[in-house]
T-cell receptor, first 114, second 114 residues
């Protein structure tokens, strides 16, 4: 299984600023994914990030708010732009496993916006 | 949109008892179903999966049952241990063109009492 790390593990940010979250995988993967998990709730897919193409966003999430980069097969970033307190959440990245539907998750980034 | 607040079902069991965690899924076209375990402060961890053409699959101390007629999935944990305390999510994987996307259920908080 892939080992996934995220930076930062947590941050407290001011309203109106932006934060970029980094996700590193220990092996090359084609598909990476970004999720949001509000406290005590389930995971919601934000977007799918393929290397070499634009990210595909889910309904309710837009590129201007959550720009994603995928410069190579082991790395991706998610930026949370122009933050408001409603963006306070845990942001998780995942990477596909050896079986197409398998996903392995990073530890998450806990974001608090004040 | 996403609701706010804690909505997790909870299950409390005694150490050594068997646990059964249930999940209702929504998409009758889903190909695979996966159970994840999420401990506090960590990302979801893959436990076991089952393909849609199966109705039962066993792993080490865990069994997943799939009832497609009523779109119901369950996870059975034998001889539950304190280390099993976590939130358990079911996820359904459906093909979205070139890749699978996971849709997560609400989650169940399992507490194991020593």
């Amino acid at each position: 299984s892939a080992v996934i790390s995220q930076k930062p593990s947590r941050d407290i940010c001011q309203r109106g600023t932006s934060l970029t979250i980094q996700c590193q995988v220990d092996s090359q993967v084609t598909m990476m994914f970004w999720y949001r998990q509000q406290p005590g709730q389930s995971l919601t897919l934000i977007a799918t990030a393929n290397q070499g193409s634009e990210a595909t966003y889910e309904s309710g999430f837009v590129i201007d708010k959550f720009p994603i980069s995928r410069p190579n097969l082991t790395f991706s970033t998610l930026t949370v732009s122009n933050m408001s307190p409603e963006d306070s959440s845990i942001y998780l990245c995942s990477a596909e496993g050896t079986v197409t539907y398998e996903q392995y998750f990073g530890p998450g980034t806990r974001l608090t916006v004040t | 949109g996403e609701s706010v607040g804690l909505h997790l079902p909870t299950l409390s069991v005694q150490e050594g008892d068997n646990s059964i965690i249930n999940c209702a899924y929504s998409n009758s076209a889903s190909d695979y179903f996966i159970w994840y375990k999420q401990e506090s402060g960590k990302g979801p961890q893959f436990i076991i999966d089952i393909r849609s053409n199966m109705d039962k699959r066993q792993g080490q101390r865990v069994t997943v049952l799939l009832n497609k007629t009523v779109k119901h999935l369950s996870l059975q944990i034998a001889a539950t241990q304190p280390g099993d305390s976590a939130v358990y999510f079911c996820a359904e994987a459906s093909s979205g063109g070139s890749n699978y996307k996971l849709t997560f259920g609400k989650g169940t908080l399992l507490t194991v009492n020593p």
